[in-house]
């Protein structure tokens, strides 16, 4: 069964720290991982998009990677902010069209002052 | 970038009443849509892939009597949740497919809507 097991399920960090998220995935074939920040009561809004043969992409202070040898990635957020504040949710797209998507469980990131 | 509009934000309702919910794509044409329910603390469950034009796909467990969906254009998918009760509540969210970028689809949200029946 194709499964996106992410963490930790959540973690507080003080601001101005960085932090690093996992998401380790089964989905085969794979097509590509995508990293969303969903705010409390709002939509996910995409951060990064990798394929196979990307290692890492940036979106301002989100760095994202992947090693798809492992099945493994990790989004790492630079310098926090409050408005980190939110859930990460790993989303790993599956087939040759990469139009199914398996959803991880998400990260609740809390960002104190 | 790709926009989705999802309305009402908040809807409450009554027990025993229907509630529409709109998702639009205000920028890009989609011909596919795909509505997810959302509990606290978890991550997005998807209900159903809505084909414009055509029926919808309903995942497992998930009544289509109960949740109608309407995909009736290129720019615009509704979900109506009918006879709604109390453990109907729930955030709804709902997603509309581009043709994407880089030899991948790319998916946009739309902002949720919050659900409470009473």
């Known amino acids: 069964k194709n499964q996106v097991e992410q963490s930790p399920q959540s973690l507080i960090i003080l601001e101005g720290k960085n932090c690093t998220l996992q998401?380790?995935?089964?989905?085969?074939?794979?097509?590509?991982l995508r990293w969303y920040k969903q705010d409390t009561g709002r939509g996910p809004v995409s951060l990064t998009i990798?394929?196979?043969?990307?290692n890492t992409k940036s979106n301002g202070r989100y760095t994202a990677t992947l090693d798809a040898d492992t099945k493994q990635s990790s989004l790492h957020i630079t310098a926090s902010q409050l408005s980190d504040s939110a859930s990460y949710i790993c989303v790993v797209s599956e087939g040759a069209a990469g139009n199914k998507l398996t959803f991880g469980g998400g990260t609740r990131v809390l960002v104190k002052p | 970038g790709a926009v989705v509009s999802q309305h009402p934000s908040r809807v409450i309702c009554k027990s025993g009443t229907s509630v529409k919910i709109e998702c639009r794509s205000l920028d890009f044409q989609a011909t596919t849509m795909f509505w997810y329910r959302q509990f606290p603390k978890q991550s997005l469950m998807l209900m159903a892939t809505?084909?414009?034009?055509?029926?919808?796909?309903?995942e497992q467990g998930v009544e289509k009597d109960k949740f109608l969906i309407n995909h009736a254009s290129l720019t615009l998918s509704t979900l109506t949740v009918t006879s709604a009760h109390p453990e109907d509540s729930s955030f709804y969210i709902c997603?509309?497919?581009?043709?994407?970028?880089?030899?991948?689809?790319?998916?946009?949200f739309g902002s949720g809507t919050r659900l409470t029946v009473v």
């Open positions: 990798m394929t196979f043969s990307e």
């Open positions: 998401c380790n995935y089964t989905v085969s074939p794979f097509s590509n």
């Open positions: 809505s084909n414009e034009g055509s029926k919808a796909t309903y």
């Open positions: 997603s509309a497919r581009d043709t994407g970028t880089g030899g991948y689809y790319g998916y946009t």
